[in-house]
């Protein structure tokens, strides 16, 4: 289904008052053979999307928690390929949206219209690519458009306005509101001017504005969320599914999304 499907999920939520709430998690982090009881598990905790992270050497905006999952999915073997073939083997089984993060240098390597057609056969529903800027994107975008993936655009808070706009129009699926300055991880606080920036994102946004990077508690998800469409949380889901505490991931989704906790 592609974009149309993170589009019903996401209207679906909103219609039912929630707010949208996306968990990243890091392909073959534990072995890729563990990825479709983690995507089930965050599924039935009623998340929106799951981002899924493509393991990669060279990272430009991951944190330390992220680069280390990243470097053991590496570890264990885990390729592009592997991840696209895993996914297809059990897309029947799933019907929560998957949205790939990955950087340009694997599509590129794996061929990019490949990389299209083998994201639409194995259920993925949206891309995000953090180093393929606006001027460069005409390298993959028309072959997502062919496959009906979204390409979901990164806004970053140091870009001008007009560059900030121009993203908000292109996004496809939702528009990625990076609200912090520097990589992912957990932050305490956010900066002052995230209220604003949010605020004038959703004005220029034909699709849902998430916030992301440093959200790593029920609160910060609460107050983000309350400027924008919702929240993507990274490092803090890694790092606790790398500890395997998952009543504590139910809590940090539930929490945000103001649901009541049911063990």
Known sequence: MGKSKIDQSFQEKQAANEKLFVPYI????GGLDRLEERIQFLQ?????AIELGIPFSDPVADGPTIQEAGIRALENGTTLMSILKKLQDFKENRSVPIILMTYLNPIVAYGTEKFAVDCRESGVDGVIIPDLPLEEESILAGHLQENSIAFIRLAAMTSPKERLVELAKRSEGFLYAVSVTGTTGARTVHDAMVEDYLQMLKEHS?????????VSDIQQARDLSSYCDGVI???KIVD?????KTDEIKDLIH?????????
């Open 26 to 29: 890091m392909a073959g982090d």
């Open 44 to 48: 039935e905790c009623g998340v929106a």
């Open 206 to 214: 034909s699709v849902p504005v998430l916030a992301g990077f440093g």
């Open 233 to 235: 949380v990274g490092s």
């Open 240 to 244: 606790l599914l790398h500890k395997g």
């Open 255 to 263: 929490g945000s999304l103001k649901l009541e906790i049911n063990h």
